[in-house]
Every structure is written in structure tokens, then in C-alpha cells.
């Protein structure tokens, strides 16, 4: 079957309906699915074809939510809510426990959730922004492996999602490695410098993890990281954020998008990119990719971002944080 090529302006919608083929029968987990962020609309093109759709949050009523305006809008569809706060190692045990007991097979992780410019330390004691994109989503993607690798079949080896940014080249040229853990003291971490330098750490994580995971897995999992562009998210609705976004030139001083510095996507367009990196087949001689407007662009990694040393080195660094390894047999 002949596929179309995909672009910046292609929705989730559309690339669903060209994947609905393989979509089909596979049961999918997305972290972060709030209502108006971009997990939620994910979930929303593929609940008409898919077999399952896990949705997760931290906030009970959010969640609720979510799956009320997925069922009232695909009544058929089967939508299983997760409590799941991936910034806590306790609740990603839990949940991941809950989902290994699951009688269905697990084919697709999309690691969607994200915070940005919050600065705390978690009851782990790990930097927030980290521990929600870093730390938290390796234990998951650990905790649930076993389970994915038993779903593959000779048509579809399960996939792991990383929604990466092409911010992981913002102002750095490297992680820095002796803050991976807490991050920089607060008085530098609460400025606008401080945040966004680690944001960029993080989202260069996400490319690292994703091209480590499929290297050590030799076959067995696949995993991408996903840039979806800049979208008007549930995310720029934060006060804290404002005067930062102001600041880098991405809203108005009215809080309104500016369109004449960067082209803005839809959260439908800023999706779609999530659902190719799941279930795209042309991507499967591919794993460890990184994709941007539905299509690879390795060669816009940053240098930091695409060397195999700080692969190996953030996942023994991460084994070491956390306590435990992980290893593929």
C-alpha cells in the first residue's frame, strides 16, 4: 500500500484514517491526555479504530473529564482511565502494575506528559521537569516492557513514544550532568534562563532514551522521539509561564500567539506526528528516529542530542538514580 507523505499542516485525523489499518486491534497507552493538550488529542483520532486506549492523569477529575468527552463522542470506542502522575515513582509502580495485570497485550507507550518551568523537588528528590519527562517515563517504559515485548507479533513490534522539542538545541550543547538529578539551585533554576535550560536538558533526554532504548533492545522494542511543533496548548495558559513566553518572543505582551516570529500549529496538526511515530510502518527499519511534521529528521538533531556516548551515559547515570537497571534478555 502506497502511503501519503505527511506535512506540518496534516492533522491527527487525517494521518488516524491513512493508519486506521494498523491502528486496528492495538491497545495504546498516552500519558498527560488533559482535554485541549495534545495526549488528549491523540487519544481522540485513534479511539475509532483501536482496540484500547489507556488515557492517564494525576488529577481525578481531568481525567474524568477526558474520558467523558471521548466516549460522548466515539460511544463505541473502548477509553480505560489510568491514575497515573509520572513525576512520582510510587504512582508509576502503581500504574504500571495495574496495567501489567491487564488481560490485554500493551503495543504502543506514548510518553506525551511534560511540565515546563516549575521548579521543585519531587518526594523522590528529583528536579519536576526532569522527573516528569525523564525519570518517570524510563521506569514506566522499564516497568511495561516485558509486557510490550510479549504483544509483538511478525506484523507489528510494539512501540514507545518520546515527545521530544526542537528546543532540546535551545541555549545548550550538552546535559549537564552533575545537575541530571536536581537540576541548578533555585535562585538559577526559577529564572527564565534556568527553566529553559533545563527543558532543552529534558526534551534532548527524551531523543537520548529513545535512541538507547532501541539500540539495547536489538529488535524487540522500537522507540521515537517526536518534535509536534509550537501549539497553543493548555500549557501557555499558565500564569508563571507568561512573562517567560513574552520574553523568548513566542506571545504577544496581550497573551496572544505571535505569528509573525514562528508558525503556529493547531493541537489537531501538533498530534499528528504522535500517531506516525506509533503505528507509521515505513518507520520500521527506523527505530531510534526522530521525527518533526510526520517525517524523519535525524539531521536536525543537535550534536549533543545524536552521540551514542551520552546515550549510554544518561542511562547509566538514570539506572544509578533511580536504583535498578534495565536490561533486555
Known amino acids: 500500500m502506497s502511503l501519503p507523505t505527511f506535512g506540518f499542516e496534516t492533522t491527527a485525523d487525517e494521518v488516524a484514517s491513512v493508519l486506521k489499518d494498523q491502528i486496528a486491534g492495538k491497545n495504546i497507552l498516552i500519558t498527560g491526555t488533559s482535554i485541549k493538550g495534545l495526549g488528549f488529542e491523540a487519544a481522540r483520532a485513534i479511539a475509532p479504530y483501536a482496540n484500547l486506549v489507556v488515557i492517564t492523569g494525576y488529577n481525578a477529575e481531568r481525567l474524568r473529564l477526558s474520558q467523558e468527552a471521548l466516549c460522548k463522542e466515539f460511544p463505541s470506542a473502548n477509553i480505560r482511565p489510568l491514575t497515573l502522575d509520572v513525576s512520582s515513582l510510587g504512582s508509576v509502580r502503581k500504574a504500571a502494575a495495574e496495567v501489567n495485570a491487564y488481560p490485554e497485550p500493551l503495543h504502543v507507550l506514548i510518553h506525551n506528559a511534560s511540565i515546563m518551568g516549575a521548579y521543585s523537588i519531587t518526594e523522590d528528590d528529583l528536579e519536576i521537569q526532569a522527573a516528569t519527562a ?22 507489528f513490534i510494539p512501540r514507545v513514544v518520546y515527545i ?11 546535559i549537564d550532568w552533575k ?28 531523543i537520548l532514551t529513545a535512541a538507547e532504548i532501541s539500540r539495547r533492545a536489538k529488535g524487540q522494542l522500537r522507540a521515537y522521539s517526536v518534535h509536534p511543533g509550537t501549539i497553543w496548548t493548555n500549557g501557555f495558559e499558565k500564569e508563571h509561564l507568561q512573562t517567560a513566553f513574552k520574553q523568548f518572543g513566542l506571545i504577544n505582551p496581550d497573551g496572544t500567539p505571535n505569528t509573525e516570529v514562528i ?16 503505528f507509521d510502518p515505513r518507520l520500521d527499519d527506523q527505530a531510534g528516529a526522530y521525527l518533526i511534521d510526520g517525517k524523519v529528521a535525524n539531521e536536525q538533531v543537535a550534536a549533543h542530542a545524536a552521540d ?10 538514570t539506572e544509578e538514580i533511580l536504583g535498578e537497571k534495565w536490561e533486555f534478555s
Open 179 to 206: 545537575t541530571l538529578r536536581h537540576g541548578d539551585p533555585p535562585a538559577v533554576a526559577n529564572t527564565t534562563e534556568g527553566f529553559a535550560k533545563r527543558y532543552s536538558e529534558v526534551k534532548a533526554a527524551d
Open 134 to 155: 525523564h525519570f518517570g517515563p524510563f521506569l514506566l517504559s522499564k516497568l511495561l516492557a516485558p509486557k510490550m515485548i510479549a504483544s509483538s507479533t511478525e506484523a
Open 308 to 317: 551514542p556516548a551520552n546515550a549510554e551515559k544518561l542511562w547509566d547515570l
Open 164 to 174: 521530544s522539542s526542537v528546543s532540546h538545541a535551545w541555549g545548550i550543547t550538552g
Open 263 to 278: 508558525q503556529w500549529k493547531s493541537i489537531q496538526q501538533g498530534a499528528a506526528t504522535h500517531i506516525v511515530a506509533a
